[in-house]
């Protein structure tokens, strides 16, 4: 049995997450977690159930785990924005039908006078952060130079021989 926002593999390899299933109860809806450029798509549900492998890990939750506790008020802002954007878009059954979701995308963009690219990457990190509005947050902790805090790269380095860089400010 997969439930709503339950993590699975098939076997492509991907890890995906169910989002809905339909009316009918026949097919799922469902969007790989880890794409940056992933969609809604619609699978039959009892073909999904025979070829899925559940996941139980814990790795998984570290990598969606979006917490507010250390969330500064501008981050919580830009969170709230965002919902504000997406709210009844997340509720419309339709924005999950490829047919559709352009259409509704759109209609939203002008009215909230935004681009229909940033509706769409926010639908994408609610849907695969979990469908909550602290999926909107961001996972800022993995921006950034890993590692090497103290010592950053300081600009190109010279192309001439024997030159040295230097640095402009402390």
């Known amino acids: 049995l997969i439930l709503k926002n339950d993590h699975f593999k098939l076997p492509d390899g991907r890890t995906y997450t ?40 814990e790795s998984r939750q570290q990598k969606f785990n979006h917490s507010t506790h250390f969330s500064s008020k501008a981050r919580l802002a830009v969170q709230a ?15 999950y039908i490829q047919g559709d979701r352009w259409r509704i995308i759109s209609e939203r963009a002008s009215k909230m006078q935004c681009s229909p690219k940033t509706i769409l990457l926010n639908l994408r990190r609610y849907w695969q952060g979990g469908q909550t509005q602290v999926a909107l947050l961001g996972n800022y902790a993995n921006c950034g130079r890993a590692g090497e805090l103290e010592k950053g790269a300081r600009g ?8 040295s860089n230097f640095r402009m400010t402390p």
Request: net charge neutral; glycine share 4%; no cysteine.
């Open 18 to 57: 169910l989002l809905t299933d339909t009316p009918t109860g026949n097919s799922v809806f469902i969007i790989d977690v880890l794409s940056s450029t992933a969609l809604p798509v619609e699978k039959n549900y009892a073909e999904l159930l025979q070829i899925a492998n559940l996941m139980h890990d």
């Open 81 to 95: 924005r965002n919902w504000k954007i997406i709210e009844p878009l997340t509720t419309n059954p339709l924005i």
């Open 156 to 163: 190109k380095p010279s192309k001439k021989p024997g030159a």
